[in-house]
C-alpha cells in the first residue's frame, strides 16, 4: 500500500513538503519515485531516490525540490519550494510497481 498525504493550496513562491508512506518490510532496498499529473498533460517524473540514497530531479524543480526518505519510518518525503503554478498537478507516489492515490498541489494566488 502507498499512501501519500501533504498536498494543499500555496501561493507561489511558498512551500510544501509531501509524504510518502510505504507498507513493506523491505522498503529500504527499493527506488521510491514522485510523479505528477496536471490537467491534460501526461504523467512526468519529478524524482527518485534509489535505496542507497541516490537522487535523481527533472531539470524543472533541480535545486527547488529534494526528496528524502526515512527507512525506519517506511517513508519517502518530497520537499517543494519556491513552488510556481507550473508545479500544480496531482502527485503520485509510485514504489515498485505500486502507484499511491495522489495528492493535489495547487499553487496559486
Known amino acids: 500500500q502507498v499512501v501519500e498525504s501533504g498536498g494543499g493550496l500555496v501561493q507561489p513562491g511558498g512551500s510544501l513538503r509531501l509524504s510518502c508512506t510505504v507498507s513493506g518490510s523491505i522498503f529500504s532496498i527499493y527506488l521510491v519515485e514522485w510523479y505528477r499529473q496536471a490537467p491534460g498533460k501526461e504523467r512526468e517524473l519529478v524524482a527518485g531516490?534509489?535505496?542507497?540514497?541516490?537522487?535523481n530531479y527533472a531539470d524543472s524543480v533541480k535545486g527547488r525540490f529534494t526528496i528524502s526518505r526515512d527507512n525506519a519510518k517506511t517513508t519517502v518525503y518530497l520537499k517543494m519550494n519556491t513552488l510556481k503554478p507550473e508545479d500544480s498537478a496531482v502527485y503520485y507516489c509510485?514504489?515498485?510497481?505500486?502507484w499511491g492515490q495522489g495528492t493535489r498541489v495547487t499553487v496559486s494566488s
Open positions: 531516490i534509489r535505496g542507497n540514497g541516490i537522487e
Open positions: 509510485k514504489y515498485v510497481r505500486y
